[in-house]
């Protein structure tokens, strides 16, 4: 439901020649008044419910759409955790009034963002003027990984010998995003966009009071 109506409010959206277009100044604020609902949301590193969850899916979408046009980045910020629904270091997290996604149009053309969403599908199309012969291909790398660690936390309510999962785990990653440029097909140039740093979260088991002593607690 978020997704699908931040969607509309930026479907269509137009960055003029020279000009700036940001996410957060596109959508306006994201909140009830508007329509949207509470979904999953990454809150001091923990998943909760806040109104407007969801709608980084978009602002990453778009992100990734524009990092294939060529076009300047000029505000994007990682998630704190790895998101899995575009590449490693392909995302960007937005927060009314605090955290943006910005590209700047320095083509001499008008471009119209075009999102829509079609069942569970979210499709962004960045639409202009073409007037170059450069493609662009975006490769990643992971350079560094931090592992998880195991904690455990007494439950006064789980019977002996159970326990329960209460925070799943991410393996934390840094990654480097380079733009692959392409003229005619071949190869012209290759830039370091971007490095991200996605922390691990560490995961979370509950046990008994009676187990307690086994893990050490």
Not at 38 to 61: H, L, M, N, R
Not at 90 to 111: C, E, H, I, S
Request: hydrophobic share 30%.
């Amino acid at each position: 439901h978020n997704i699908r109506l931040v969607s509309d409010l930026l479907n269509d959206s137009v960055a003029p020649a020279g000009g700036t277009w940001s996410f957060n100044g596109t959508s306006g604020e994201c909140n009830a008044e508007r329509g949207f609902l509470g979904a999953g949301a990454i809150i001091d590193g923990e998943y909760e419910d806040a109104v407007g969850g969801g709608i980084c899916q978009t602002s990453s979408t778009i992100y990734y759409a524009v990092l294939h046009t060529n076009l300047k980045i000029v505000e994007r910020r990682a998630h704190r955790f790895n998101t899995g629904y575009v590449p490693e270091g392909m995302d960007a997290t937005v927060y009314y009034g605090a955290k943006d996604f910005r590209f700047q149009n320095d083509t001499p053309f008008p471009l119209k963002v075009v999102a829509s969403v079609s069942g569970r599908t979210l499709t962004v199309n960045i639409l202009g003027t073409k007037s170059d012969n450069i493609t662009v291909e975006m490769t990643n790398q992971v350079v560094g990984t931090t592992p998880y660690k195991t904690v455990y936390q007494v439950d006064e309510s789980l019977p002996a010998g159970t326990t329960k999962v209460k925070t799943t785990p991410y393996t934390g990653y840094t990654v480097k995003v380079y733009r692959n440029l392409y003229e005619n097909g071949a190869l012209k140039d290759t830039k370091l966009e971007s490095t991200s740093v996605y922390r691990p979260r560490d995961q979370v088991i509950l046990v008994s009071p009676d187990d307690a002593a086994q893990y050490g607690l």
